[in-house]
């Protein structure tokens, strides 16, 4: 008789153990860490990236869309915004700030490639519309390129400059006339 009663009780004090033993292990924090900044794709970019430009600019990578453009006033939710978050598209995958001073020179996106015979239907504006409407209204130069297994480093070089370049801001005096003002007095010599 003493058999069955040791086998429950050895049972129960196994199940009590095993349960002890799972509650401790879930109690405890569990992380793993990322071996890489950026995925494949970014990284293989932001190489060719590094070469194009030198040491004019400093590389940021994935800097969130939020800390770069805030809407004005407070409306609330901004749509555009949103439509950003929902698609999971909530930061810029590189930003370029001016080497002497870290100012802001402009964003990168990367596009990534769809097929032809991919079919969706628009339900109102995609990421990339929505991003470029979006900076186009702050007033932050946003270059967006196909992403893809090879980048030239001269089409690279072109953009960044085509992006940043400051163009006199023109003035419209009171008798319609256009007169430009010079942002910056390295543009004097020329």
């Not at 996106?109 to 969706?120: D, F, G, P």
Request: neutral net charge; charged residues 25%.
């Amino acid at each position: 008789m003493m058999t069955p009663f040791l086998i429950v009780m050895g049972g129960s004090l196994l199940w009590f153990l095993y349960h002890l033993l799972k509650r401790r292990q879930s109690g405890r924090l569990s992380y793993v860490r990322q071996d890489f900044l950026m995925p494949p794709e970014d990284r293989l970019f932001y190489r060719s990236l590094k070469d194009a430009i030198g040491d004019d600019y400093v590389i940021f990578g994935r800097i969130p869309i939020d800390d770069l453009i805030v809407p004005r006033g407070n409306r609330g939710s901004d749509p555009l915004l949103q439509t950003l978050h929902d698609q999971g598209d909530s930061h810029f995958p590189f930003v370029l700030c001016r080497n002497e001073d870290l100012s802001i020179a402009c964003a990168i996106q990367l596009i990534q490639h769809r097929s032809v015979s991919t079919n969706r239907k628009k339900q109102g504006p995609n990421a990339e519309s929505a991003l470029k409407s979006i900076c186009v209204a702050a007033g932050l130069p946003l270059i967006q390129m196909e992403a893809g297994p090879y980048y030239d480093r001269v089409d690279i070089r072109e953009a960044v400059a085509e992006a940043v370049r400051r163009e006199p801001l023109f003035i419209i005096e009171s008798d319609g006339r256009k007169e430009p003002k010079i942002t910056t007095l390295d543009r004097l010599d020329h």
